[in-house]
């Protein structure tokens, strides 16, 4: 059974930055995509970033593009989400997801697609 773990989350200032990790175990064969989500209250869960073979392809969030930063490490079980130049708006819980896919079309912001989630880590930003 696969287990995602996030952490890294924490409070910081408008305009700061966060690096938060989600660490994998459990697999047998190690997920060919990686998501990020974050959920804040009363909305929407929403997809934030998402990595396709170490990198090979990547997807951002228009809300997040030129600010966050999606990567893996080598061993494929470590995944990071280096947020920078944080805004109130992105205050949320953020989960971590793993997927299997056949192609990195599929590999988004559709939660539908993932089969593992972590348990969360919150991010609050303060103005």
Not at 2 to 26: F, P
Not at 45 to 67: H, L, M, P, Q, W
Not at 85 to 112: I, N, Q
């Amino acid at each position: 059974q696969v287990q995602l773990v996030e952490s890294g989350g924490g409070s910081v200032q408008a305009g700061g930055s966060l690096r938060l990790s989600c660490a994998a175990s459990g697999y047998r064969y190690s997920p060919n995509c990686m998501g990020w989500f974050r959920q804040a209250p009363g909305k929407e869960r929403e997809g934030v970033a998402s990595i396709y073979a170490n990198g090979a392809f990547t997807y951002y969030a228009d809300s997040v593009k030129g600010r966050f930063t999606v990567s893996q490490d080598s061993a494929k079980d470590t995944v990071f989400l280096q947020m920078n130049s944080l805004k109130p708006e992105d205050t949320a819980m953020y989960y971590c997801a793993a997927a299997m896919v056949v192609g990195p079309s599929r590999c988004s912001g559709a939660s539908e697609r993932y089969s593992f989630w972590g348990q969360g880590t919150q991010v609050t930003v303060d103005s």
